[in-house]
């Protein structure tokens, strides 16, 4: 039996706990299919959630602190003591950079490895870097197209690691002593069940439901369903945030105290994620906590308002219910920017509906049921989550025929599958408006077709010189040219992924790596076309859409 060559891979990850926790499936793959030996680089604080799982073989950790320096301050010295370490002046295999910014880019830049994923950058002097992988490349395209969007980010880091899709059932093991004391503490509080979690925070203000609806969502689950609830949370705002919840449930029931209890700030991170195992449903913002629920089994239901866009950063795994609000300008990107803004959107999830979704859950009942009730409506989307059969995740609608964003974000899909060599699944067309998935469909093949004369003559040009000749400017603005040609187009992310080629060609002066660039941009025109017309055919000739 011939075993594998173990392979060294460093991945770079310096965002908060929900990201580390969304990046294990990635750690799983690595270990799973390439036998890896993972370095990660990430903040200390939010690592000891990793260490039940044994994914990583070495940490190295740095303080959110010294991150923030690093990579919002721009501390150069910082970023070249940290890069005299041993670990980084080792050679790797793959080095993958999670972490979007500059800093870290340079970061990876200046490691030895054979392979890199995520943004780069290997000169101080390079003010932008660039992106040499399609997903990477991907996910920087639909950061200002975010509607668009339907992979989640878990699926997006798998593929920067250049490992196959699966579906994954629970990635978060939880500590076994953690376990042991969340019992005990259980037991103090005479907590009962079934057990329902609410964490009342969010990592920015504008993502947290009011705290109005929080407390009137408790009061429904405990008479209605007769449920036990648990408020979690950590640190000094959400531990007030849970005492005011407590005053005013108290207020407003004053023979009903037993039934709701308040574990923030007791627990320690290990132990929130062995209390959150426990729980048969936990219900939360965009935040750490929920991703950690998902990770370890838990039935969750996302309530994702003003920047937070579940398209990207809904819970990993099957099952998962998210509620978002009906806005033209949801998700918003700039709030500050519009005076008006008084995330209203925030109101539109009300907890009646909320708890209307939960019970379902709690029978045990999911998709058929919940679609049954009709519980999308004109001022908010329910979505739950299923693994395709490509292996990657996708949030579906339950008023598929009515939702129009999703039948652009299927065709959306379709294209990018396309182009990051995915095979698609059919049954998304199930869940999707088919008339406007048709026109988007169609739309794409005309812009796509239009385009791609121009990277076919570019490399056919290129393909002349020799790698002394320099290169015609005419040459050199055609990528400006097929850019401009989708200023008044709606496809913004592939304009921004002509941009992102664009800094690649920038970073390479051969006309035989410009060659291979160019040859690259023109594969992938190709894919995406071929993408919208696989998808295009098996729509019209479908039976169920005559």
Known sequence: MVECVQMKVLIIQLARMGDIIQTLPLIMRLREHRNAHVTLLCIGEFSDVLRPTRLVNRFFKISASDAHEICHRQNYDRLYRLLSHPYFEESYDLVINLTHDFMSALLSGKIRSGEKTGLIREKDSDPLGYIPDKWGKYLFSVVRNRKANSFNLVDIHIGMGKIPHEPVKRFLDTDVKAKSRVEKLLR?????????????????????????????????????????????????????NARKFMELYRQRNPNGQNEVTNLAGKTTVLELAALLEKMQLFIACDTGPLHMAAGAGTPTVGLYMATAFPGE?????????????????????????????????KYHITPEKVLEICSTVLEGKRDELLR???????????????????????????????????????????????????????????????????????????????????????????????????????????LIYLASLLDKKTITSLKTYLTLYQLQLHNHHLSIEISRIWHELKQDLDNAIAGCGRALRWLTQSSRYA
């Open 372 to 478: 049954s009730k009709n519980l999308g409506e004109n001022k908010i989307r329910v979505m739950i989550s299923r693994f395709l059969s490509n292996g990657t995740l996708c949030y579906t609608p339950l008023t598929p025929r009515r939702d129009s964003l999703f039948a652009r974000q299927v065709a959306e899909r379709y294209m990018w599958e396309g182009v990051l060599g995915l095979e698609p699944d059919w049954n998304l067309l199930n869940f999707s408006n088919p008339d406007v998935c048709l026109n988007e469909l169609m739309t794409r093949i005309g812009i796509l077709q239009n385009m791609k004369t121009v990277p076919e003559e570019t490399a056919e040009s290129m393909d002349t010189l020799t790698t002394s000749n320099a290169i015609p400017l005419e040459l050199q603005g055609n």
């Open 188 to 240: 103090h509080f005479k907590v009962s069940t079934p057990l329902v979690g609410i964490h009342l925070g969010a990592s920015r203000s504008q993502r947290v439901w009011p705290l109005e609806h929080f407390v009137k969502l408790a009061e429904l689950l405990v008479k209605e369903v007769k449920t036990h609830v648990v408020i979690t949370g950590a640190g000094t705002g959400e531990i007030d």
């Open 313 to 345: 950063t809904a819970p990993y795994g099957d099952g998962h219910i998210v509620i978002t609000p009906v806005e033209k300008c949801y998700p918003c990107r700039e709030p500050s920017k519009i005076p008006s803004c008084d995330f209203r959107c």
